[in-house]
């Protein structure tokens, strides 16, 4: 009996210690079956709802658990279109200076005797891709207040800042006059473009237009007719072909209508305006004026001054996909990484690479051409950019500034027409977009249902129809949300 006691305490043994192991084994399990029902989930969307003749690449990491939920040919190379935004913006965001503004600055070598500026006058351009009309108006009068009203000298805009290509590698000759591919420089104004608004008047009549900002750089030709549909479709267009800036408006306007093209030469544009506003507010100068580099010396005085702070520029990138801003954030990233007064694009994309190597991935598997997207040159992976994802999550200070200015599913940016109210990924879904011909991508975060805060990346490729790219897209989001 004493032994039969003693074998059933022992045999008992093993059936409790299996027992105590339950709690833990059965969450794992449940993990377990979670990733698998969801990579069912969407290795079936994938088999039988991506749109014939196209391919995709798809990752998706649970930042609260730290763990890979999904990856279907993440490592594949992709065209990034606008989600490229996402490196040059994170990278920039990371570093020490992230915070400076951008700043246009105008100074004068010389004298101030009675009422005469014996000297001369530098606008130096910091790459300010928000300055606008107000700010230039801004600008023009904290000079005009100055003890002066006659210049004895010359003008200078000073846009050594940056090399003289004016496009980014791999953008696309007949993309010009539309505003998405301004011509670039340090000393911007308006996105060097031009928005013309048009209001109906009399029947058969020409439209009443507006143009901003205004200046005598742009002629305008209006051809226009109110509420007359045989004047055609209404359009804003250029002559372009002979790097011109005299800006034609025709067609139909049967209410108010909205035009913005491109004009050339933005430094050109900028300068003239200032100018002509300078004469305006009473400054009497000479008519012209051309480039030089400023080099300060104990000379020279700062007249004024504008600046632009950074997340105004990172909002711009993301809710609009504004290709401006992020060309002007690459070469700022350029002029911080190098500590250099002269760069190019070429700097700023050496400070992503390196970005990409510290997060242990080869920068040599990748090609990057421009801050935005808009190059057919660039190509990464899906797998790459949620490790861009995961590195601002990790960084507060990058975090912030990055997640606040990406487009809200059904809500606002490039996202506001997708994600309606009653879908899961309603609110749910901060992402950033990115499309042209063929290609359409969206990388970003989301919260699922349990709370869990995700970063995924999804490059449709080879896709012609936008649209059901994007319900492909938005259909994988509401998956991993439920």
């Known amino acids: 009996m ?10 008992l043994l093993p059936i409790v210690f299996i027992l105590t192991l339950i709690p833990c084994i059965l969450p794992a399990q449940g993990v377990s079956t979670e990733i698998n029902s969801l990579s069912s989930q969407l290795d079936t969307l994938i088999k ?23 990856a279907y040919q993440a490592d594949k190379l992709s065209r990034p279109a606008s989600t490229m935004k996402l490196l040059t913006t994170i990278t920039a965001l990371a570093r020490p200076e992230a915070n400076e503004p951008f700043c246009t600055e105008v100074w004068y070598k010389g004298v101030i005797e009675r009422d005469t500026l014996k000297g001369d006058i530098y606008v130096v351009g910091g790459f300010d891709p928000e300055f606008d009309d107000e700010a230039l108006d801004s600008l023009v009068s904290r000079v005009a207040r100055l003890p002066f009203s006659v210049l004895q000298g010359k003008i200078y805009g000073d846009v050594s800042m940056k090399d003289s290509l004016y496009w980014g590698s791999g953008w696309l000759w007949d993309d010009t006059p539309h505003s998405f591919q301004p011509y670039l420089s340090p000393l911007m104004l308006g996105k060097g473009a031009v928005t013309v608004t048009a209001f109906p008047g009399v029947q058969g009549d020409t439209a009443r237009l507006e143009c901003t900002p205004a200046s005598s750089y742009y002629t305008l030709a209006n051809t226009t007719k109110t509420r007359t549909p045989s004047a055609g479709r209404f359009r804003v267009s250029r002559n372009w072909l002979e790097n011109g800036n005299d800006i034609t408006v025709s067609g139909n306007v049967d209410g108010k209508r909205t035009g913005t093209v491109n004009i050339y030469s933005s430094q050109d544009f900028f300068m003239h305006t200032f100018l002509e506003r300078l004469q305006a507010k009473g400054i009497r100068c000479l008519s012209d004026y051309s480039f030089n580099e400023f ?11 504008y600046n632009t702070s950074v997340q105004a ?43 990409i190597k510290k997060l242990g991935h080869a920068p040599d598997r990748y090609n990057l051409a421009d801050g935005c997207g808009l190059s057919n040159y660039n190509y990464i992976s899906s797998e790459l950019l949620v490790a861009f994802l995961k590195f601002a999550y990790s960084r507060t200070d990058v975090f912030q500034k990055l997640y606040k200015a990406l487009p809200i599913g059904g809500v606002d940016g490039t996202l506001k027409n997708r994600m309606r109210k009653g879908t899961p990924s309603y609110k749910n879904v901060h992402a950033k ?23 995924f990346a999804i490059m449709n490729q080879n896709v012609l129809s936008g649209r059901e790219a994007r319900k492909f897209q938005d259909t994988v989001c509401d998956i991993l949300i439920r």
């Open 2 to 11: 004493i032994a039969c006691e003693k074998m059933r305490k022992c045999s």
């Open 48 to 70: 039988y709802k991506l749109p014939e003749g196209s391919n995709v690449s798809v990752s998706v990491y649970d930042l609260s658990a730290n763990e890979t939920l999904y």
């Open 433 to 455: 977009t990115g499309s042209f011909t063929a290609i359409n991508c969206l990388a970003g975060y989301l919260t699922a249902s349990n709370g869990h805060q995700i970063a």
């Open 313 to 355: 520029v990172v909002n711009q990138i993301m809710k609009e996909s504004d290709n401006l801003n992020a060309e002007a954030m690459l070469c700022r990233l350029g002029a911080q990484s190098t500590g250099n007064r002269h760069i190019s694009a070429e700097d700023g994309l050496s400070a992503i690479r390196r970005l």
């Open 295 to 305: 080099q300060k010396d104990s000379i020279s005085v700062r007249m004024a001054s």
